[in-house]
């Protein structure tokens, strides 16, 4: 990343011009981010000049009404005020007018309360989208038109069908329960939009037996939490953030029934309320929990380095487990393709005799 001089507001990547201008501090709390960055889609500095000045003058312009509209209303101390502090959600009188803006955050303030921030990122994200192409509107005054326009700007954005997909049922989430909470009549026109939902979805190909092999050896040679992690979720085919917010009392690793007990904890909720059952331990996911108990004891998180705050961060996991597994495996491939649930690992699954115990068995790879 090289930033140019002569272009303002940019910097170079690969020969392609981006913007980017940072966030005013009295204006933070409108964003998510501290400065705005996005590619020119330009090799050519004079082109790139031009969009960048547009660009930034859109923002000053758009700052300025932020400002005015932030600023102290003269003769505010006297009107009535309809309560004694501000709140972080609006509160909506039953029929009253409720902008997108003020859903996400009714939806978030009822509906947020514990949830990971990737779950707050995905309601402001994915309502910011609808705000970019049809602007912050009444709920009722959103119309298929809008709609389809919006499935049009991300059909622009290259996303595949998969993400055009979870983008509008999380508007229609927060839309309907907003609605609902305000008692609002709403036909919500974000329902029922056509769109191919397979287009630019790419089947993943399992790895090979010999790859996960191969992984495995080194998870052995290099000895460390995160390898005990990758092996502990090859072999047992739990989700990553499952493991990665395992308490240290869920490794059985004594007794004739070596096993891991997945269940909720505050610091790391299930993906659903089945989500919660017992694995047993073989191959290396027993070496790896093996490990983990022997140097995590005393603890009560079996990898302590992960969740150091209120929440499990398997994003962190995610990300350093990806960069050390990419020169092993095949291009594309990640860490989602080390576990079976989501049938990328060729796994059966199997129910035990007894319990809600279920048995992984790898299949032949040959």
């Not at 005393?298 to 960069?323: C, D, E, I, M």
Request: aromatic residues 10%; charged residues 25%.
């Amino acid at each position: 990343m090289v930033y140019d001089n002569l272009v303002p507001f940019s910097f170079t990547k690969n020969g392609i011009f981006y913007f980017e201008r940072r966030v005013p501090t009295d204006l933070l709390r409108h964003y998510d981010t501290r400065k705005i960055s996005y590619s020119l889609r330009t090799r050519s500095a004079q082109v790139a000049t031009t969009r960048a000045r547009r660009a930034a003058d859109q923002l000053d312009e758009y700052w300025y009404y932020l400002r005015c509209k932030d600023a102290e209303l003269p003769g505010k101390h006297r009107l009535r005020m309809t309560s004694s502090s501000a709140q972080a959600a609006p509160e909506v009188a039953i029929g009253d007018a409720v902008l997108l803006s003020e859903a996400v955050s009714i939806y978030l303030k009822q509906k947020g309360h514990g949830r990971p921030v990737t779950f707050h990122r995905a309601a402001e994200r994915s309502c910011g989208y609808v705000i970019d192409v049809a602007g912050d509107k009444d709920l009722r005054g959103y119309t298929k038109k809008d709609a389809n326009a919006f499935r049009d700007a991300l059909i622009k954005r290259g996303l595949s069908g998969s993400s055009i997909t979870r983008i509008f049922g999380t508007v229609r989430s927060v839309t309907n329960f907003a609605a609902s909470e305000a008692g609002v009549s709403f036909n919500n026109p974000f329902s029922g939009v056509y769109f191919d939902r397979q287009a630019g979805v790419q089947e993943r190909e399992p790895l090979a037996g010999e790859v996960i092999d191969t992984v495995q050896a080194e998870c052995v040679s290099l000895d460390d939490d995160l390898r005990w992690l990758v092996a502990l979720v090859s072999d047992t085919g739990m989700r990553l953030a499952e493991a990665t917010g395992l308490a240290l009392t869920d490794l059985v690793v004594e007794g004739d029934c070596k096993k891991v007990i997945i269940r909720e904890h505050p610091w790391r909720r299930l993906k659903t309320a089945g989500s919660s059952r017992e694995i047993p331990l073989v191959g290396k996911a027993l070496w790896a929990a093996q490990r983990i108990y022997f140097h995590a004891a005393g603890q009560v998180h079996a990898f302590p380095r992960y969740n150091r705050g209120q929440l499990t961060n398997a994003n962190s996991v995610s990300a350093a487990s990806n960069k050390w597994l990419k020169p092993m495996v095949p291009t594309g491939c990640t860490i989602v393709d080390m576990y079976g649930i989501s049938g990328h690992f060729h796994m059966r699954w199997i129910a035990a005799t007894i319990g809600s115990v279920v048995y992984p068995i790898r299949k032949s790879m040959g």
